[in-house]
T-cell receptor, first 116, second 111 residues
Framework: NAGVMQNPRHLVRRRGQEARLRCSPM?????VYWYRQLPEEGLKFMVY????????ESGMPKERFSAEFPKEGPSILRIQQVVRGDSAAYFC??????????????FGPGTRLTVT | RKEVEQDPGPFNVPEGATVAFNCTYS??????FFWYRQDCRKEPKLLMS???SGNEDGRFTAQLNRASQYISLLIRDSKLSDSATYLC????????????FGKGTKLSVKP
């Protein structure tokens, strides 16, 4: 059973360009989450999605960041007009359908974004 | 007060030692609790969920004290491969799916 897949693993962008990060959840998982980890910092929640729905985007910056999880295909985290402060590791996680009291999330290998 | 607080360590222990990590959380309404481990520059890996009754998985034992808002992880008979950063994780006030991660406790097991 393949785990959570993310690509690309490494992404270099110049300031002002767009970054697109992709995430395919584990088979049978319908919930996707995106987290960001800055160097020497803990993981910070960004957004929680189900197919075609954003459930919680309380951790997403108001500008330049967007996320989607279409009916077909991977979830996409999009960062427009990147700045140096966007350099970080972006992790995607997935979990199976609701089980009350437990949201065990399984993480992909991450995308390391470097903005030059 | 931080939402999830952990001692950053490092904890340097010899192989075979027993080591305990503690964590406190601020949101009394939290319902889901986990321990993850993260190796350097890798993704977090789920170690175990933490239940009110406490739970054990091999050499690892997790305890939850809701009254004190305190979570613990005990590792017995430490192995070199246990060297990693251990992350205490709690779901947020607003959403079950929104997990709050502590900054982690670094463990180094020496031969």
């Amino acid at each position: 059973n393949a785990g959570v897949m993310q690509n690309p693993r490494h992404l270099v962008r110049r300031r002002g360009q767009e970054a697109r990060l992709r995430c395919s959840p584990m088979k049978g998982h319908s919930h996707v989450y995106w987290y960001r980890q800055l160097p020497e910092e803990g993981l910070k929640f960004m957004v929680y999605l189900q197919k075609e729905n954003i459930i919680d985007e309380s951790g997403m910056p108001k500008e330049r960041f967007s996320a989607e999880f279409p009916k077909e295909g991977p979830s996409i985290l999009r960062i427009q007009q990147v700045v140096r402060g966007d350099s970080a590791a972006y992790f995607c996680a997935s979990s199976p359908s609701d089980r009350f009291g437990s949201y065990e999330q399984y993480f992909g290998p991450g995308t390391r974004l470097t903005v030059t | 007060r931080k939402e999830v607080e952990q001692d950053p360590g490092p904890f340097n222990v010899p192989e075979g030692a027993t080591v305990a990590f503690n964590c406190t959380y601020s949101n009394s309404a939290s319902q889901s609790f986990f321990w993850y481990r993260q190796d350097c520059r890798k993704e977090p890996k789920l170690l175990m969920s933490v239940y009110s009754s406490g739970n054990e998985d091999g050499r690892f034992t997790a305890q939850l004290n809701r009254a004190s808002q305190y979570i613990s992880l005990l590792i017995r008979d430490s192995k070199l491969s246990d060297s990693a950063t251990y992350l205490c994780v709690v779901n947020s006030r607003g959403s079950q799916g929104n997990l709050i991660f502590g900054k982690g406790t670094k463990l180094s097991v020496k031969p």
